[in-house]
């Protein structure tokens, strides 16, 4: 079973830093763009940031640009979101995503992902 596993959610005082994971199991994810994305109560999924398969390139929203660092360890399977400064208004539910996709493009819209974690909360406190 393909399947992501987030990890590293909690709850934080705003100026304060987490570190999110996600763990693929079940096939090799290395050669594909990986995302991160977030969703707060009655909003829609917002991309945050993304990666190619060898690290090349990131892209990020403006939103989280100079306070989050997408990286991923091919060797393990797993993605890291590495949030610091965080903001009461980065309080949501938190997914990585695979896109199997072999562009090698930095993919922005939950559409063009495939498989996606169940997410974990992070709650930012003022």
């Known amino acids: 079973q393909v399947q992501l596993v987030e990890s590293g959610g909690g709850l934080v005082q705003a100026g304060g830093s987490l570190r999110l994971s996600c763990t693929g199991s079940g096939r090799t994810f290395s050669t594909y763009t990986m995302g991160w994305f977030r969703q707060a109560p009655g909003k829609q999924r917002d991309f945050i940031a993304t990666?190619?398969?060898?690290?090349?390139?990131?892209y990020y929203a403006d939103s989280v640009k100079g306070r989050f660092t997408i990286s991923r360890d091919n060797a393990k399977n797993t993605a890291y979101l590495q949030m610091n400064s965080l903001k009461p208004e980065d309080t949501a539910v938190y997914y990585c995503?695979?896109?199997?996709?072999?562009?090698?493009?930095?993919?922005?819209?939950?559409?063009?992902?495939?498989?996606w974690g169940q997410g974990t909360q992070v709650t930012v406190s003022s």
């Open positions: 990666i190619t398969w060898n690290s090349g390139r990131t």
């Open positions: 995503a695979v896109s199997y996709s072999l562009s090698n493009r930095l993919l922005t819209t939950p559409g063009e992902y495939n498989i």
